[in-house]
């Protein structure tokens, strides 16, 4: 059996086409199920420990920005129709943001690099390492926090704030550093690259990549041709709608949830 | 046969730097040599590593003057990705270097990099793999694995892309005993019957000294390279055979212990294996009570089921493989990491982290973050409210040389000492030290010695959790061996460690059981 992880292709679409649905609709029935989708997804196939702390930063980023996209009501004038207005938006995005966390926590940033032609390898690379830097950095911030409490020194307040930054930024820096260097020594850019065991379409892959094409294109459609509400709506403010097709294909995002798991 | 590795008249400094890190080398390494870089902490052996593949001067600037060349090729005018079919590097830590996620691919991320054909590629990946023992981790993703699986995949890496000169930086640092045996056999195994040149950097000697045909002796920037046994007998800290040797005026010096056991066969045997009394002292009031402690990472149980103490007075050694569950007993003790079962108490009461307990974390450059060494140490004190300066602790550990240094611009060894008296500064009455001696040099870890000794006394006691035998052998007043999350043996170093295949210090397979330090031979003989 191929232990090895789903190809890096059907994770770029799943989470485009759950990116996309979140983006054509600001209905909470639809936003909220795909949070509770990705979760799924995400709790399917998490590795490891680090994983798991980089998925609940993005959680985190999302609640705060759905928090603070609705505070910005309090700079014009405030009624029930414009905050939950604001709120809708705020939820849109933190959707976004938790879907993205859900393609971060699942997929190796530097697989997708060996994927890229040729030409799009050094972007590529930027993007991967711009990509590693999330989890890197939180598990930084949880050793050098365990580091300075074994010698009396605790993180809380800005005073403190050097001994948690200082080692984590630079720790940071000195492991990208080592990184680039260990790429080029070991030949990265020197031209005539081959491939090797190129990663099959398994059928798990398959299973996540086609259901979730066909879910962005039951928004699409409904986008379109206008047969659902997506944007329900706020003055005055009437309760959601939740067609069930559009359902369907909010459920058709979650298969990545019970297919192609790693083993534990 | 020919020079595969030159430098001529290689002179460079740092960015920042204000004397030269190596001055004026003259260097000529033959093709299939077994090379060793030996010398204090900081004395330029890093750099000269780095400057094989042209690391040095081109990922670093600084000035570079003189010549390197590699198989015949400039390091000016080659990038180091254009040296990489010839010249594979493997940095001292190695867990960084990784650049994809499983452990397969990483292996043939250099091949596709030079373009090795898909075939070829899949043989050699399995070749490697068998090398260095590796198959059972193929699938695993290098972020999970421990310290010496780390380093043996980074090894393997290096390997697969089929250098003709292999650099390493400290490669047994994070290996237990019997790992470390494993990666020299196998490195030899590739200089012997593959032609390859090896080139690496170490500073415990007795795990590589019996191996290598080539010595290069560091110092300050300067080199000298000969016969093993030339160089490491005029750098006055060898391994503990060779150091035994220069005590007793063996001629010639011993680098193995079968070369210390014919020594030893003509001369006067030492009569019993000694008493130190500081060792088989009475037990005093107990520090750390460990009961029934079971703890675990994630989804995996790391100790089941472990019963400990720690009285007043004891240096306790920690040993056991790469995984056996040492850090982790450690951070337990000092509070840092939740036990899922059992209890742990210091003094009686559950451990407060920096306060009842200091633990210097194997990664030690998690914890400096201020501009001079004399404030990374101040930071301790200012956080328990001390008033007094930094001094002291620096002079204990023989950095006081170095306190208005940036830790950034100091040597591995050098770091490591300075977060050992930042944490040592906390005076807790239980010091914690998880690996304390990578990248020290011997006579770094003498003086590392004399000050856990001292801690000791005085109604305190210390932890040391240690792949390095020697430093067991000299430091410890009891030593326990865990494996599968339990202890699997307690009690007196000399039985202990005497009683071991993989755990025996030096003096003891020279000598047999009780006898663990050079000193103790000399002053018996004498």
Redesign the interface.
Known sequence: MDRRPVHPMAWIVWATSAGFVAFVTTDPVYLLLLWAVSWFVYAGHRVDAEHARSFRLFLTGAMVAVALRTALVFFGTVSAANTTFSFLEGLRLGTILVIFGTFNAVTDPFGLVRMAPRHFHEPALAAALALSIAPRTVAGVGRVRDAQRMRGIRIHGARALPALAVPVLERGMEEAHTLAESMDARGHGAGRRSRYRPQPWTGAAILIAVPAIAAAATFLAASVGGWAVLHPQTSPIVWPEADPLLLAGIGLLAVPGVVGRPER | MSDVLRFDAVTYVYPEGARPAIEDVDLAIAEGSFALAVGPTGSGKSTLLRAS?G?VPQ?TGGTFTGRVSVDGRDTLAH????L??VV??V?Q?PG???????V??EL???????????VH??RR?EETLDLLDLPGLR?R?V??LSGGERQRVAIA??LA?GPRILVLDEPTSQLDPQGAEDVMAALQRLVHDHGMTVLLAEHRLERVAGWVDVAIGFDHGRVRSGTPADVIGHLGSGPPVTRLGQMLGWDPLPLTVRAARAAAAGGPRPALPPRDPARNGHRHGVVAEVRGLRAS???TTVLRGLDLDVHEGEVLAVMGRNGAGKSTLL?VL?G?HEPSAGQVQILGAKPR???D?????Q?A?????SDSVEHEVR??LV??GEAGGAGPWLAALGIAGLAARHP?DLSAGQRLLVATA??A??DAPLLALDEPTRGLDPASKERLIGFVRAHALGGRAAVVATHDVELAAAVATRVVILAGGEVIADGDPGAVLGDSRVFAPQMTRVFGPGWLTPDQVVEALT
């Open positions: 593949n690391l990922f990038a180091p990705r254009r990489a079919d594979a590097f940095p830590d960084a270097s990784f650049v994809l996620d499983r397969e691919d043939a991320y250099g091949m596709e990099n030079l373009g090795v054909d898909p590629m899949r990946v699938d993703s972020r999970t890496a290096a892309a990472y994630a989804e951070r000092a840092i982290p920096g306060v307990v200091g633990l210097c974390p990664e450059d998690e914890l400096l973050f930071a301790t956080a328990r950034r930042a944490v500064a906390t």
